[in-house]
């Protein structure tokens, strides 16, 4: 393909046409991704009590300490990565969420590197093929609902995207910086999601086939860069390093922990892709098989990430999401190619302007997979739960915490709390005798509205979530009391209790 034209800006400087073409395709993708920001849905547990309340915990003292971090089987890398964010949005405006905002909008801001790598790898091709693919990664739901995540899944997704295009260009133009580039970058999606180790080393092999002579050691450092890295965070918080993999390995696969959670068969990944996508399958299914053919060993490092998985007998939608990614970045490919056929048969097609047509069709195709179950429950994950847990810490006076028969545990966290205060559990037979031992201990109780005439007479409901809905429905009220605390929380302190369930 011939070298692009470039054009001049107001000041006379050349801008290159592919970012002419690719900056509106980027800021389309930055307003999907802080509109994500903004949200107080999660999409899985894990972004709270493995990434976000470690990293609260290691800024503030206080945190909600989940089963996975008393088995050692996390890793410290991204709790502490997230930290900075943390505690720049804490110290600007430490009434507010923007701590959040701040943290997930960088995460959202990262990501933006899976779009730019789908748009260049179009461009192997052609421009319009890099327009249709820049765009899909900016807004395909699947995507972008994932880029903003603080988890290990849409983390390792934002490294690994990168990394492939990275490798693909040094086949083709080994280079020892690049290489390092690469190195790094892939050691640091094993730290962040180790179980992708399989894909990770087959992106590896492909950047080294060019030249394993000049590439195979500056990828190597890399590599180990981001191991030592790892290692670091876990020697920063106590913890021995890099030993959470083996215990990972021993506990979740040798003990069989993680079946605890829930099995499903080998087949489960592509049965529930399948159901995701539902009608857009017949759009998508041909596309890929077609962009498969472009770029087959993009379609073979998805197949690995999911066949791996597959071997896992507890398994989630969001573990597979790498591979999602790309294989609709490899429909998006398929779908130009799939179009210029078209057009060839059918002269309407001829007539209408083939990558503005494609664009529209790929908004509605992910509008249509995000609007529609199953992917349409999780737009309210966690909403609930933790706006309510914000309003708590935002009670004026607020001294003590209790949570009284949550509906599921852990629920409690200071990352939305945001105040630095006695948290309690009362749960089980006896929660209500220990709601009125222990109410010198808390002034502000988070329970369901049925459970008000358990709670002690001091205490008045201040508002319930969800109001339009019948009161058996509505698991969230806020209920306080005047006056301060006077006791601890004893036994009943929510670390102690999880502690005690197993949680």
């Known amino acids: 393909m011939p070298a692009p034209r470039d054009f001049t800006d107001t000041t006379g400087r050349k801008i290159p046409t592919a970012w002419r073409a690719l900056a509106p395709i980027l800021g389309v993708a930055l307003v999907f991704r802080l509109a994500m920001a903004s949200q107080t849905i999660v999409h899985q547990p894990d972004e709270i009590w493995q990434y976000l309340e470690p990293a609260w915990g290691r800024l503030t003292g206080h945190w909600i300490v989940a089963w996975e971090f008393h088995e050692g089987i996390r890793g410290w890398l991204v709790p502490m990565l ?226 791996s998985h597959s071997l896992i007998p507890h398994k989630e939608y969001r573990f597979v999401i790498l591979a999602i990614a790309l294989g609709v970045f490899l429909a998006a490919i398929g779908s130009v190619d799939l179009w210029k056929a078209l057009a060839g048969r059918w002269r309407v097609a001829e007539r209408i302007n083939a990558t503005i047509a494609l664009c529209v069709l790929w908004f509605l195709l992910s509008a249509v997979v995000g609007a529609t179950k199953p992917f349409s429950a999780y737009w309210g994950n966690g909403r609930a739960a933790n706006t309510m847990l914000a309003k708590a810490g935002r009670t004026p006076g607020i001294c003590g915490l209790a949570l009284f028969q949550e509906p599921d545990l852990p629920m409690a966290n200071y990352t939305y709390l945001n105040r630095s205060v006695p948290v309690m559990l009362l749960e089980g037979r006896r929660s209500a005798a220990s709601a009125q031992a222990m109410a010198p201990a808390f002034n502000v109780i988070i329970a369901p509205r049925l459970s008000a005439p358990e709670l002690p007479a001091s205490y008045r409901q201040v508002e319930c979530l969800q109001p339009h809905k019948a009161p058996e429905k509505q698991k969230f009220c806020l209920f306080m009391r005047p006056g301060t605390c006077t006791v601890p929380p004893g036994d009943f302190d929510y670390n102690t209790v999880l502690r005690r369930l197993g949680h």
């Open 82 to 307: 997230l930290t900075p964010s943390l505690a720049l949005g804490h110290a600007i405006a430490p009434d507010t969420m923007l701590h959040l905002w701040l943290t997930r909008g960088l995460l959202g801001l990262l990501s933006l590197g899976v779009v730019a790598s789908f748009f260049a790898m179009g461009e192997r091709i052609s421009r319009q093929h890099a327009i249709v693919a820049g765009w899909v990664g900016a807004i395909w739901v699947e995507i972008f609902y994932f880029a903003a995540r603080p988890s290990g899944d849409g983390i390792a997704l934002t490294l690994t995207v990168p990394a492939l295009w990275l490798a693909m260009r040094l086949r083709e133009r080994p280079s020892m910086r690049l290489a390092g580039m690469l190195g790094l970058l892939l050691g640091l999606a094993f730290i962040v999601r180790f179980q992708y180790a399989p894909a990770l080393a087959l992106i590896g092999l492909l950047a080294v086939s060019g030249d394993p002579r000049r590439t195979l050691l500056p990828l190597a450092g890399g590599s180990l860069v981001a191991i030592v890295l790892g290692a670091l965070a876990d020697m920063a918080a106590g913890a021995p390093p890099l030993l959470w993999l083996w215990r990972n390995f021993a506990i979740n696969l040798g003990e069989n922990r993680s079946a605890s959670f829930g099995t499903q068969p080998p087949w489960w990944f592509l049965t529930q892709i399948g159901a995701t996508w539902h009608i857009a399958m017949v759009i998508l299914l041909p596309s890929l098989l077609t962009g498969a053919r472009r770029f087959p060993f993009v379609a073979v490092i998805a197949l690995v990430v999911i066949a």
